[in-house]
């Protein structure tokens, strides 16, 4: 999802919508993103769509930038024309699915824009409705089998679930300020973590920190792999390096990416220069000894679960 800069209008004459349209078309051919659904509003957009190869930075790149070219030639203006990056969250298809589709697919009826939702031309909800082969396009064919496999019968049931109203609950998530990363059931979501919390620190994910693993399972990983008990990796000894409780430090900082404060409030540590030397000493015992970097490269394998 994405808003006009400032709350303006993105969406001004017929052409702009139809230009957007050929746009999604395009992505659906060229970077094999399957659109499910989709809804212009004159200064906002939605879109719901799945991306079997990874790439959905590239084409919403595609996408944003090259509509702003076209809206910027055709209405004699330049400059950026959405308020910014984009808007995603990851949702799980099962339980989450077709509640989005409904909440997409109503917001001309929201908003007050038609008092019929089939009077609305720039969604997709007439494709879901249609068999005609122009809606070729649309990837439907999912969110319709979760009404039922016989094609006219799905099309009925689709049309009495979206003449409902969208629970309190999705509109609750959808009109939080702050968009929660990821949508689906516990299993999820932790499912998520596991796989790909990894990857919070990219530049492209400001708001997924929240994958990243609890401190609490960092310091499990730590005592099952050395062996040793959750107090000696929380509680302080003077004199000697103590290496559990050292690389717990080290990843907490790493993986989480938390400040040094918030990394001492977990190991009881008042100073932020304390943690911060922890830090530096297991980055240096790993340059001199292979056993150490063995070790912490192991633990961030079990944390991460990553996939190529």
Not at 86 to 109: Q, T
Not at 153 to 159: A, D, H, Q, V
Not at 219 to 234: K, P, Q, R, T, W
Not at 302 to 307: D, T, V
Request: net charge positive; proline share 3%.
């Amino acid at each position: 999802m994405n808003r006009g800069r400032r709350g303006d209008e993105v969406f001004i004459e017929a052409k702009d919508y139809l230009s957007f349209i050929d746009l999604l078309k395009e992505i659906v051919e060229d970077y094999n993103v399957k659109v499910s659904a989709y809804c212009l509003m004159p200064n906002h957009y939605h879109l719901l769509v799945q991306t079997p190869d990874s790439n959905i930075s590239r084409a919403m790149r595609h996408l944003n930038g090259v509509y702003t070219q076209r809206y910027n030639r055709t209405h004699h203006c330049d400059g950026q024309l959405f308020r910014g990056r984009y808007k995603a969250i990851l949702v799980e298809a099962d339980s989450y699915l077709l509640e989005l589709l409904r909440y997409i697919h109503r917001n001309p009826l929201e908003a007050n824009l038609v008092d019929n939702l089939q009077k609305y031309n720039w969604s997709s909800h007439k494709g879901y409705l249609s068999k005609a082969k122009k809606w070729d396009w649309l990837y439907r064919s999912f969110a319709l089998s979760l009404f039922s496999n016989d094609h006219t019968k799905s099309i009925k049931l689709y049309k009495q679930f979206v003449s409902q109203e969208v629970p309190d609950e999705i509109n609750k998530i959808l009109g939080r300020r702050k968009l929660p990363p990821v949508l689906g059931s516990k299993k999820f979501i932790d499912k998520v973590k596991n796989l790909f919390f990894s990857d919070k620190s990219h530049e492209e994910i400001p708001e997924a920190k929240i994958l990243a693993p609890d401190p609490d399972r960092i310091l499990g990983a730590v005592s099952n792999l050395y062996n040793v008990g959750m107090d000696d990796l929380v509680r302080s000894r003077r004199g000697y390096f103590n290496e559990p409780r050292n690389v717990a430090i080290y990843l907490t900082r790493r993986l989480r990416g938390d400040t040094l404060k918030v990394v001492g409030e977990v190991f009881g540590i008042n100073k932020n220069s304390t943690v911060s030397s922890s830090v530096d000493r297991v980055k240096y015992e790993m340059t001199r000894d292979k056993g150490i970097r063995l070790r912490v490269e192991e633990l961030i394998k079990i944390l991460s679960n990553s996939q190529t």
